[in-house]
C-alpha cells in the first residue's frame, strides 16, 4: 500500500461525492492487503476501503434525494437495478454488483463518487466515528435477524472475536440469547478480552477445551444456533461438533475449503445458512441498535492509527492485536 495523488472524482448526473470522514479497516481490506487470490480480478492501483462516512460535497444534476452538507454512508455493493435479484428485493446478490474498494475506488481518499442509489443517510444523532461501523452492524443485523433463527433463551456461540464476531454477539444478545465467544491464541491478547468487556463469556480453544465448556453451558444439549465469523477452515468444522441435534449454523466468514464428512450433518439435521452482506432494511435496523446502544461501535473502534502509516495497522489487524481500526481521512488533507 503506497500514498498517491489522483484527481477529485467529478459526479455523474446520477452521483453524489462525499467528502470521506472516517473509514474502517474491513477483514476483506486485510484480504486485498495480502493479496488473496479472491481480489487478483483487481485493476491495480485501487483506493481500498468500504466501510466509511462523510458529508454530501456535491450532486449530480438528476440527484433528488440527498444535498450538499447531509451526512451520508454508502451500501458498498453496487447494484444495477434491474437484473432478476434486484427485481426481487436481493440488491446484494445483484448479477451486475460492483463493489466499492474493490472493483472501483473506495473510501481510503479524500473524495468518492457514489450512485445516488448506493447513498444511505445517517441521523445527525450517530457519531461519525461511530456512522463508520454502520456497515459492518448491517451485515450482522442480517446474519442475525434474517439469516438465524436465534430466539429468546437460545445458547448461542460466535466463533472469532473479530469485528464480526463481537457485532454479531451484541445483537445476538439483544435478540435474547445466552453468548459465548471462542476465539485462538492470537485472540487472546486483544480480542477475547474485548468480548468479555461487552460481558460475554469467552473461551480460548486453544488451551481451553471447548467441548467441555459447551457441555456446561448447554446442560449437554450443544448450542442452538453457531455463527461461524472466523474467516478461517476450521470454523465450520468446529462448528459442526459444537451445535445441538436440530441447529443452525450460520456463515458469515468468507472461510475458504475444508472437508468433513456430511453425513452426521444429515443425521443431526443441520441448518447450514449463508449470510452474505446486507440490504437497505438491514442498515436502517443497524443505524437504529447504534442509537439505542444495543450495538456499542466505541467498544470495538480502535483509533490509534494513521493511514499516513497502513502498514501498522494491516499487520495490527491480521496479528489479532486490534479489532476495529478506523482511520481519520481528514488528516489526507493536511
Ligand atoms: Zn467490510
Ligand atoms: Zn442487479
Known amino acids: ?3 498517491i495523488d489522483l484527481d477529485r472524482p467529478t459526479p455523474a448526473r446520477d452521483e453524489v461525492l462525499v467528502e470521506v470522514e472516517y473509514a474502517g479497516l474491513c477483514g476483506s481490506d486485510a484480504g486485498i492487503y495480502q493479496f488473496k487470490p479472491a481480489y487478483e480480478r483487481m485493476n491495480l492501483p485501487n483506493v481500498t476501503g468500504h466501510e466509511y462516512t462523510g458529508r454530501v460535497a ?6 433528488t434525494t440527498v444535498s450538499v452538507g447531509d451526512r451520508v454512508i454508502e451500501r458498498p455493493i453496487r447494484y444495477c437495478g434491474s437484473c432478476y435479484q434486484c427485481n426481487i428485493g436481493e440488491q446484494h446478490l445483484c448479477q451486475n454488483a460492483v463493489i466499492t474498494g474493490v472493483d472501483v475506488n473506495g473510501a481510503y481518499e479524500e473524495f468518492v463518487a457514489v450512485p445516488e442509489q448506493s447513498i444511505h443517510r445517517i441521523p445527525d444523532g450517530i457519531e461519525p466515528r461511530h456512522a463508520a461501523t454502520v456497515e ?13 433463527r436465534v430466539r429468546p433463551g437460545d ?7 473479530g469485528p464480526m464476531g463481537q457485532i454479531t454477539a451484541q445483537i445476538a444478545d439483544a435478540q435474547g440469547a445466552d453468548v459465548i465467544v471462542s476465539g485462538v491464541g492470537s485472540d487472546e491478547t486483544y480480542r477475547l478480552p474485548l468480548a468479555e468487556r461487552l460481558g460475554y463469556r469467552t473461551v480460548n480453544a486453544a488451551d481451553e477445551d471447548l467441548d467441555a465448556v459447551r457441555e456446561e453451558f448447554t446442560d449437554g444439549i450443544g448450542f442452538d ?9 476450521s470454523g465450520l468444522t468446529t462448528a459442526a461438533e459444537q451445535v445441538r441435534k436440530g ?3 450460520v456463515l458469515l466468514g468468507q472461510t475458504g475449503e475444508t472437508t468433513m464428512a456430511y453425513t452426521p450433518l444429515v443425521r443431526r439435521e443441520i441448518d447450514i445458512q449463508c449470510s452474505f452482506t446486507s440490504v437497505y432494511d438491514d442498515y436502517e435496523r443497524a443505524v437504529r441498535m447504534i442509537e439505542t446502544g444495543e450495538v456499542d461501535p466505541e467498544a470495538i473502534i480502535d483509533d490509534r492509527f ?11 489487524f491480521i ?7 478506523v482511520f481519520d481521512i481528514t488528516e489526507l488533507r493536511e
Open 1 to 3: 500500500m503506497e500514498i
Open 58 to 63: 456535491a450532486v449530480g444534476d438528476d440527484v
Open 136 to 148: 459492518p452492524t448491517s451485515i450482522c443485523v442480517r446474519a442475525v435477524t434474517e439469516n438465524s
Open 155 to 161: 445458547r448461542v456461540l460466535v466463533e472469532g472475536p
Open 225 to 233: 444456533v453457531v455463527f461461524d465469523a472466523t474467516g478461517h477452515p
Open 247 to 249: 441447529g443452525q449454523i
Open 306 to 316: 494513521s493511514l499516513l502509516d497502513s502498514t501498522a495497522a494491516f499487520e495490527a
Open 319 to 325: 496479528a489479532g492485536e486490534t479489532c476495529k481500526p
